[in-house]
């Protein structure tokens, strides 16, 4: 058994429960011992209590009451219990004083909040799980903490995120991935969905979406079935030139966007699924624009450390250690401190 302070961190999106048993050394460096995944937010059909706790039993029949830390969905309006949205600007001091602690099962549990922001046009965006891979990837280098910098974190819900001088300044989401999903197995578009990636189809259908008019893509989204029609791509192919014309109107959406100016960054942080990940590179390197993949579960793990960092500096409850009682329940309400927007 590996000597140090154990602790669960747990991922839990909609679709997805990605659970970590870590381990903190005497150093304050972090062990990945095991991973183990379950059901996503809204396929449970018992309750988030017997979800977690059928996922993690190995673990706590081995290491007994395991601090708990999660992030995500979890936390939302459809989850076990909400935390608040931040407003941005926000830093990650502000995020670990607003985690939402309390116990289960003799296991102190700790879940992460989430953002919001507001854009000039009245338009409000909210981001909840993304935000630990945000805090994971500032505290990698602290040449992240300085400056301007985008990050795209690629899903089925794209985020775009800008932080400037470590705080999180605004993002803007794009549905991205999920609409990939819908039209590649609800409309009339795909005939046979396929995972098999054909590049130039791809490419083909990414420099469609990138040249195109304003307005012009849901017009465009046809050709995806014209196209096979008439023998200008094949069948097998269509699901490729669907995920580029996706891909490149997303990227070319973040490209006119007001709220950052793409002249001004060194490059583009991309945060995902490696093959996603890779598909957005391309789609920005067609337009010259350079970018940086990072490891998901690597920066993932680095924000639950950061988090934990961040309660111990300021002198809040730490999320490491065992409730004090049965029913304990601690939120930023119950501490004295920096109280975050």
């Given at each position: ?315 809040l409850c730490n999320p490491l250690s065992k409730p004090n009682t ?16």
């Open positions: 058994m590996m000597s140090g302070l154990h602790f669960i961190t747990i991922d839990w999106g909609t679709s997805h429960l990605r659970a970590f048993l870590c381990c903190i050394d005497q150093q304050d460096e972090l062990s990945l011992i095991k991973r183990v995944t379950g059901l996503g937010v809204t396929k449970i059909t018992s309750s988030f209590e017997q979800e977690l706790f059928d996922c993690i039993s190995p673990w706590t029949e081995e290491y007994g009451k395991l601090p708990i830390l999660m992030a995500g969905q979890i936390g939302s309006s459809i989850g076990w219990k909400e935390t608040q949205y931040l407003a941005c600007p926000t830093s990650p001091k502000s995020v670990a004083s607003a985690c939402l602690q309390f116990e289960s099962r003799g296991h102190q549990v700790t879940i992460v909040p989430g953002l919001h922001c507001s854009h000039n046009n009245n338009y409000r965006d909210v981001l909840r799980g993304e935000e630990l891979q945000v805090l994971g990837w500032l505290a990698e280098d602290a040449s992240h903490s300085k400056g301007r910098h985008l990050i795209c974190l690629p899903g089925t819900h794209t985020k775009w995120v800008l932080v400037n001088n470590g705080q999180v300044l605004k993002f803007k989401t794009a549905m991205t991935g999920e609409l990939f999903d819908l039209l590649s197995n609800h409309s009339v578009l795909i005939q046979r969905p396929t995972t098999e990636f054909n590049e130039p189809a791809f490419k083909y259908g990414a420099k469609y979406t990138l040249a195109s008019e304003l307005g012009s893509f849901i017009h465009g989204l046809f050709s995806v079935r014209s196209k096979q029609l008439f023998n200008e791509l094949t069948p097998e192919h269509a699901t490729s030139y669907l995920s580029g014309m996706l891909i490149g109107s997303d990227v070319r959406a973040a490209l006119n966007a007001t709220e950052w100016d793409f002249n001004e960054l060194d490059s583009v942080n991309v945060i995902g699924n490696r093959q996603l990940s890779e598909y957005f590179t391309k789609v920005l390197a067609m337009l010259d624009i350079g970018a940086t993949i990072h490891n998901v579960e690597k920066v993932t793990l680095a924000g639950f450390l950061s988090i934990v960092r961040d309660m111990r500096t300021m002198g049965s029913e304990s329940q601690t939120t930023n309400d119950d501490i004295d401190g920096d109280i975050a927007p």
